[in-house]
């Protein structure tokens, strides 16, 4: 609970982790950097919300920023061209990007849109992505990937692309997928473009490290490999297989798991073109991880490599054992996510109040309190950094006591109502000396528990679904005020009625905390909190509790004055729109509300003249926003 007079970036780390997009300016907003303009003015935060709330787009907001897409896309393909150079590797680098990792139109669009001079293609893990992959005009060297379990229908989908000249590879995933490709092929008289998934034994760390090693769910074993091979060369279709594909899990801490990993896939392609395999291509699966925290260490939320140091490990790592075996150096293909897509949105979100666990004042004491009332209260007597801590153990154990004499109906309301506000305004001046002190440790720990909490107008569920399930880290900032230090510490609480809808623990430049640094909350203007990052699978995986909807969405562009562009908005759901995802017809509750209401005019319960008033209400709701307004 430090209080930190350094350059209030500082405090968050936002230069650690902001990649040079995200900073913070003399005025104290948070302001967005143009990568692909170093020179232009960074357009503040605040000032892009002020906009859009003229314009009547409100928070909760997701914001994406296009020139942050745009710049990922570029720096991973440039990263592969220069190791490419760099190595003298003798085939190109084909990046395919995953539609589950953020399958929303204008995501997908714009990828597209930024991909073409890399040829950059798409990957699919189920029909429907596939759909969405075929809606695409890519370059004609672009690849469409098809991962996952496939039936007929997929196979026979991704056959008859071939036909409009997309290059789609059916990846096996099993010697019965292969039975079903084969039976697809004889029916249509197609050639298919064939992968195959292989399962490496090396195991990554991170959260995603049961997706690699033997216990993986996808892939093939070397058993399963030799009889699909077999099975294609018997029916005359191994002269199709032209891939192969191994994906060790997302976000991989460290580099050098990936640089294992693409050997042992390597040591694979090369036993594979032994066996008379044509392969051409190898797929490296995703993995390529974001720094969330900016500590550039191997950890759950962050990461020991760049990402050149990662293209550059891969193109090299393939680059020496084709040479080895003297082989061709294949296509290196893979399928980055989380790393094109991650740093381009942000949630955004006002606090819409504060519960406080301290209190300025405390009332005096009279002869009429409990000796345990008095006995709290004297702790100020003796309130100095020395024994802050025993301040702290006998404000809680007469507090304590306290409440057991309440429960057991020894002291009225009243009574403890006073010792609680005692109690409170001794938290705030504990507190206070231990801001400025250098204490670490326990009792740190425990004001962390006594924390403010900001309830803040957002559902985790819906927006930042991983925060709940997987504990992921996100860094999280007051957008304004950052050039005046910070007076409280917070935990954040959404709305919705889950005590798990709560974040509490924050990326600040010295690690990770329980509490976040925030100012009281101004009582004439909104403060808003910035969520960074949120552009992988959160979108996908929120889910409706509390039936709090899509937020609104709004895309836009940097501009080189300093201003922004807005591409596109897409409002978020209103509640009639959530009604119906989970088969409530809207126009069924309106008429049914109304007739409750004529019911009870018929009744007398109310007057007529409050008809209007009931159903003008329940329709305005109905057709509202899911979230606070
Ligand atoms: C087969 C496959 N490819 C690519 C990805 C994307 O991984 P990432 O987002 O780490 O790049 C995944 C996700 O786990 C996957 O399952």
Not at 35 to 54: C, Y
Not at 140 to 157: M, Q, T, Y
């Amino acid at each position: 609970m430090k209080q930190d007079h350094a350059p209030l970036e500082e405090i968050y780390g936002v230069n650690r982790w902001g990649k040079g997009l995200i900073s913070v300016s003399a005025d104290g907003d948070i302001v967005l950097c143009d990568p692909n303009r170093k020179n232009a003015p960074p357009v503040s935060l605040p000032g892009i919300l002020r906009d859009l709330e003229q314009r009547g787009v409100t928070t909760p907001l997701l914001l994406r920023v296009s020139s942050f897409l745009e710049n990922e896309i570029r720096h991973i393909n440039q990263s592969f061209s220069c190791a490419i150079e760099r190595v003298g590797y003798k085939a190109s680098y084909r990046g395919v990007f995953p539609i589950k990792v953020n399958q929303q139109a204008q995501v997908v669009d714009r990828i597209v849109e930024f991909g073409l001079p890399y040829d950059f293609g798409l990957e699919a893990g189920s029909k429907p992505e596939l759909v969405i992959a075929m809606a695409h005009r890519l370059s004609k060297d672009a690849l469409i990937v098809c991962n996952g379990v496939k039936d007929a229908e997929f196979i026979r989908l991704a056959i008859l692309s071939r036909r409009l000249g997309f290059n789609t590879v059916i990846v096996l995933e099993s010697p019965k997928e292969a039975e079903t490709v084969i039976e697809v092929t004889r029916e249509l008289g197609i050639e298919p473009l064939l992968g195959v998934r292989v399962k490496l034994t090396n195991q990554v760390g991170g959260k995603w490290q049961e997706s690699s090693g033997d216990r993986s769910t996808f892939g093939m074993n070397t058993d399963q490999l030799i009889k699909v091979v077999d099975r294609l060369r018997d029916v005359g279709l191994l002269h199709c297989l032209k891939l192969q594909h191994s994906h060790l899990g997302s976000q991989v801490p460290d580099v050098n798991d990936v640089r294992r990993a693409a050997s042992e896939a390597c040591r694979y392609f090369v036993e594979l073109v032994r066996e008379g395999v044509p392969l051409t291509h190898l797929d490296l699966g995703g993995g390529l991880g974001v720094d969330y925290t900016g500590e550039k260490r191997a950890g759950e939320n962050s990461i020991n490599y760049s990402v050149e140091e990662y293209c550059a490990n891969l193109v090299e790592t393939v680059a020496y054992a084709m040479d080895d075996a003297g082989l061709e150096h294949p296509v290196l293909v893979t399928e980055s996510g989380r790393a094109v897509v991650a740093t381009s949105s942000m949630l955004i979100f006002d606090v819409l109040e504060a519960t406080l666990y301290d209190a300025p004042d405390a009332p005096d004491v009279g002869p009429d309190d409990h000796h345990l009332v008095s006995d709290l209260a004297a702790i100020t007597g003796y309130l100095v950094p020395e024994r802050i801590q025993e301040c702290w153990n006998d404000a809680s154990f007469y507090r304590d006591e306290l409440r057991a004499l309440f429960r057991r109906g020894a002291i009225d309301l009243r009574q403890m109502a006073r010792a609680e506000r005692i109690y409170l305004s001794l938290t705030a001046k504990i507190k206070a000396v231990v801001a400025v002190s250098d204490m670490t440790g326990e009792l740190e720990e425990q004001l962390e528990k006594v924390a403010d909490v900001y309830h803040c107008n957002f559902s985790l569920f819906q927006s930042l679904p991983d925060v709940w399930a997987i504990d992921q880290l996100h860094p999280i900032v007051p957008l304004q005020m950052l050039n005046q230090t910070p007076d409280r510490r917070a935990i954040l609480s959404d709305i919705t009625c889950d005590s798990d809808g709560k974040v509490d623990k924050f990326i600040l430049a010295d690690g990770i905390s329980r509490s976040l640094p925030v100012h009281s909350l101004p009582e004439d203007s909104k403060y808003y909190l910035g969520v960074f990052f949120v552009g992988a699978y959160q979108e996908t995986l929120g889910d409706l509790h509390n039936l709090f909807g899509d937020t609104n969405v709004v895309t836009i562009d940097l501009r080189a004055d300093g201003g922004f562009d807005l591409l596109h908005e897409q409002e978020g759901d209103t509640i009639s729109q959530v009604l119906s995802y989970v088969e409530f017809d809207p126009a069924d509750c309106v008429a049914a509300f109304r007739k409750m209401v004529d019911e009870a005019i018929s009744d007398g319960t109310i007057k007529s003249s409050e008809r209007k008033t009931l159903i003008g209400a329940y329709r305005d709701s109905i057709n509202g926003y899911t979230y606070y307004e």
